[in-house]
């Protein structure tokens, strides 16, 4: 499931909130992923969540403002940050595609 939220928002089958932000509907539309990505280099889940769990199944102005700057903080990670993130179990790789 989340493999496929996030290759489904490159071709623009997510909600493109501007700024490298994307809102991608999952599990017959009972839960929603928020991903980041800028310049297409790192695809990151940023904020799973259940509609069912938030009054608004969307996020606030504030929380997207957020998220942008959290998409540019990833444009500027060298593939050493991101490999000693990971080291470190900062973050975690779902998948690694050469391809994509």
Same mark, same amino acid.
């Given at each position: 499931?989340?493999?496929?939220?996030?290759? !489904?928002?490159?071709?623009?089958?997510? !909600?493109?909130?501007?700024?490298?932000?994307?809102?991608?509907? &999952?599990?017959?539309?009972?839960?929603?992923?928020?991903?980041?990505?800028?310049?297409?280099?790192?695809?990151?889940?940023?904020? &799973?969540?259940a509609?069912?769990?938030?009054?608004?199944?969307?996020?606030? !102005?504030?929380?997207?403002?957020?998220?942008?700057?959290?998409?540019?903080?990833?444009?500027?990670?060298?593939?050493? !940050?991101?490999?000693?993130e990971?080291?470190?179990?900062?973050?975690?790789e779902?998948?690694?595609?050469?391809?994509?």
């Amino acid at each position: 499931m989340r493999l496929h939220a996030a290759s !489904d928002a490159r071709p623009g089958q997510a !909600d493109d909130l501007g700024g490298g932000v994307f809102k991608k509907r &999952l599990s017959r539309n009972l839960y929603r992923s928020i991903i980041v990505a800028k310049g297409g280099r790192y695809w990151v889940y940023a904020y &799973l969540f259940a509609k069912q769990d938030r009054a608004n199944a969307n996020i606030d !102005d504030d929380e997207l403002v957020a998220f942008r700057q959290l998409a540019v903080l990833y444009s500027r990670k060298t593939p050493a !940050d991101i490999a000693r993130e990971m080291q470190f179990k900062e973050r975690v790789e779902i998948c690694h595609d050469e391809k994509s």
